[in-house]
């Protein structure tokens, strides 16, 4: 302490605003303050204005009939259905579209990426110019083209397109046959459980058996069958309990079966497309992170091309790929909500709508905030607790 | 276009802030700046309000942007447009983003009231009706259960379509679009079968189509749509100038005084409405706060509510529509201006 009296001693003589970090407390506190403050100042008018407008506030007209209709929805809806309600058939809309986009963007960018990587010349000159001509293009550019120019130049009901028995393609969306449940279904249903157990087990056992006596058992094809037969043997056992119901056409449209309206198709599609060309950098960069030794020491062993990609190069890649994948993730949950240029009934979409139809601009969009804000961190975290997964296996 | 409904609530914000510009009248606010902020249609709606390659702007709903202009300037020309699709004008207005907003908005209740705003008359008297593809072959709106339909969100439109099929029990398809060029694409395609929204918009957009003989217009009025110029609840003195601009326009026609005839009304005419309507007797100029020569100004520049419609929807444009509900009161229709005295 002897050598820092001295110092002290010439501290007391310097003025309090003259130390550091006083300074950086009171620089911190007035910058809180300031933001406070203007923040009660803002929410403050804010009340004031719309009270002398006369604007109505609150949440109350989330239980208030919405009166409106829409196009998709995966859950019980009609006009006479609560804005709670509208804004919930929305919300898993783009749910909905962000799984299904995101699982195709996954694997377009996984084999555009690999291509890319490729040493046949036209495999990778084709993925490279995929990537290029993707990645450059507005996405809602894209959207517009998928569903104004591909899908809008598809024939009118009366002239679809027949792909087999019970599935027709038009401009009203693509219809699928749709599965009936009859009695007997939950033997089938757990014909199929017991066959993913199965398969789990099996994997266990012959990885298990793979490290104990390097003796390689093929998996993929043992599952296949397992996965197969084994729901189909309780499907017959079952007296054949699914049937299913065929779209016809009427009038307008084909009615009954399932339908997938052309709005989805084009979301997915741009979607997937346009990600996939940003997934496909990432898994290429991850590939090309691994060193060179790692595949020449796989060589060495004997492995081959592809062994060597899926057992050695991919659970390494994968270390450096998962963190802006994530990013990629978020961005195609958000990107979603472009859905409403061409009338994709998303989250956004449908808040729009209400957000007309109530004029309660700032609580619907505090609502649309809050929700994409969750998504997001909700896929984050999900992504952040996969990563910890993948890191662990780090030696 | 997703940012726009954003951007629009960060302003109700931003404006929000500088209270005391919002808390005066708009009526001076306008005096101060020089023109009127005027909302109107963005995508397109010919006769009513669309932009040619020059940037002008014509239509009966960019009429009455001028007229409420030359009322307060005695220029037609003091008017900055700002297009907006359906979903926006609210926001826009609320938020003071816009003085004015003059955009086929069709008056009711809760627009009225729980929205914050004020209608101040209505220039078109409209209802809903519905368009389908002749080679449909359907005769009327109730052979279209199970259609498909194209609608624009955000409207009183869309209400009313989910209204008129729950009460004929039948079923139907929203494809709901954001503007109206998108849905009138979507449309043309094929998507859907069937397009509605107010019949003057039906007819204003199909003068778009590549084939506008391929469709017609089904007899149904479904609705009863109102439109008119609407200002911010609250804001009593600009609502007087809107709503007097307008009801100057069709006093006009009542009584002949037109563009043409106009500067000779105003020197020679005896009759005591329409002296006092030019400000050549009494104070009506005074007790607005405009000029004394307001109305004659409008006439002046714009003409009366039958020139102005003739020159944006009659028989010499492309839209061909009738006066129908929209003629003067002394002639059947329900155009009616509040005395002058």
């Avoid at chain 1, 990537?131 to 009901?157: C, H, S």
């Avoid at chain 2, 529509?321 to 201006?337: C, H, P």
């Amino acid at each position: 302490m002897a050598a820092a009296e001295p110092r002290s001693g010439r501290q007391s003589r310097t003025a309090f605003w003259n130390d550091p970090r006083v300074r950086a407390i009171i620089a911190q506190a007035v910058v809180l303050l300031l933001v406070v403050a203007g923040a009660a100042y803002l929410i403050n008018n804010t009340i004031a204005n719309r009270e002398r407008l006369g604007v109505a506030s609150g949440f109350d007209f989330l239980w208030q009939v919405a009166g409106f209709d829409i196009s998709q929805t995966l859950i019980d809806y009609d006009r006479t259905y609560s804005y709670g309600r509208a804004f919930l058939v929305g919300l898993i809309n783009t749910f909905y579209v962000a799984v299904v986009g995101i699982v195709f963007a996954t694997i377009i960018g996984f084999i555009m990426g690999v291509a890319r990587l490729s040493s046949n010349w036209l495999v990778a000159k084709v993925a490279s110019a995929y990537v290029e001509i993707m990645r450059n293009i507005p996405l809602l550019l894209q959207l517009i083209v998928w569903y104004f120019v591909v899908l809008g130049g598809l024939p009118a009901p009366r002239e679809s397109i027949a792909l087999g028995e019970g599935v027709y393609l038009n401009i009203r969306g693509l219809f699928l046959p749709k599965p009936v449940f009859g009695e007997g279904t939950a033997i089938f249903l757990a014909a199929v459980v017991l066959a993913v157990i199965a398969v789990l087990v099996l994997r266990r056992w012959a990885r298990r058996r793979f490290e104990a006596t390097g003796q390689p058992f093929p998996v993929f094809w043992t599952s296949l069958a397992i996965l197969v037969l084994l729901p189909l043997l309780g499907y017959v056992l079952a007296g054949m309990p699914i049937t299913f119901e065929y779209p016809k056409l009427g009038k307008f449209r084909i009615s009954g079966g399932l339908v997938m309206l052309p709005e989805f198709m084009a979301m997915v599609a741009g979607l997937s497309i346009y990600t996939g060309a940003f997934i496909a950098e990432i898994v290429r960069a991850g590939i090309l992170a691994i060193q060179k030794g790692q595949w020449e020491a796989a060589y060495a062993l004997g492995l081959s091309r592809g062994q060597t990609l899926r057992l050695i190069v991919i659970p390494q890649a994968l270390r450096v790929i998962i963190p802006p994948q994530t990013s990629q993730y978020l961005n195609l949950t958000k990107n979603s909500s472009l859905g409403v240029a061409i009338a994709y009934p998303d989250f956004f979409n449908v808040a729009g709508t209400i957000n007309n139809q109530t004029g309660q601009a700032v609580e619907v969009i505090a609502i649309t905030m809050a929700v994409y804000l969750s998504l997001s961190l909700g896929i984050s975290a999900f992504m952040n607790w996969y990563n910890a997964r993948m890191a662990l296996v780090e030696r | 276009m997703r940012l726009s409904t954003l951007f629009a609530a960060a302003s109700v914000m931003a404006l929000a802030a500088g209270g005391q510009a919002l808390a005066g009248p708009t009526f001076d606010a306008v005096k101060e700046k020089g023109f009127v902020q005027c909302g109107v249609n963005g995508s397109g709606l010919p006769g009513f309000a669309s932009v040619d390659d020059k940037g002008n702007w014509s239509g009966l709903d960019i009429d009455l942007c001028k007229a409420v202009a030359a009322a307060v300037f005695g220029d037609a020309s003091k008017v900055k447009y700002t297009p907006l699709t359906a979903k926006e004008r609210f926001t826009a207005l609320q938020s003071g983003e816009i003085d004015l907003l003059s955009r086929n908005t069709t008056w009711t209740l809760t627009r009225d009231t729980a929205l914050g705003l004020d209608f101040v008359g209505v220039n078109y008297y409209d209802g809903q009706g519905f368009m389908v593809p002749k080679s449909l072959g359907v005769k009327s709106a109730l052979e279209l259960d199970g259609a498909s339909v194209c609608v624009q969100t955000g409207t009183t439109t869309e209400l009313n379509l989910a209204d008129f099929f729950r009460a004929n029990n039948m079923s139907y398809e929203p494809v709901v679009f954001e503007t109206n060029d998108e849905l009138i694409g979507a449309f043309q395609a094929g998507r859907c079968d069937v397009f509605t929204t107010d019949q003057s918009g039906l007819y204003s957009s199909r003068t778009k189509f590549e084939n506008p003989d391929d469709f017609v217009v089904l007899p149904e009025v479904i609705s009863k749509e109102p439109l008119g110029p609407v200002v911010r609840h609250g804001d009593n003195e600009w609502g007087d100038v809107v709503r007097w601009s307008l009801y100057a326009m069709v006093e006009a026609e009542e009584y002949g005084v037109t563009s043409e005839n106009v500067d000779e009304l105003k020197a020679n005419s005896t009759n005591p409405t329409i002296r006092r309507m030019l400000g050549v007797e009494g104070e009506f100029g005074k007790a607005l706060g405009l000029p004394a020569d307001w109305a004659y100004q409008i006439i002046k520049q714009i003409g009366n509510y039958g020139e102005s419609f003739e020159r944006n929807l009659g028989a010499n444009t492309p839209l061909k529509i009738k006066r129908g509900l929209n003629d003067l009161w002394t002639r059947g229709g329900l155009q009616y201006a509040m005395p002058f005295r």
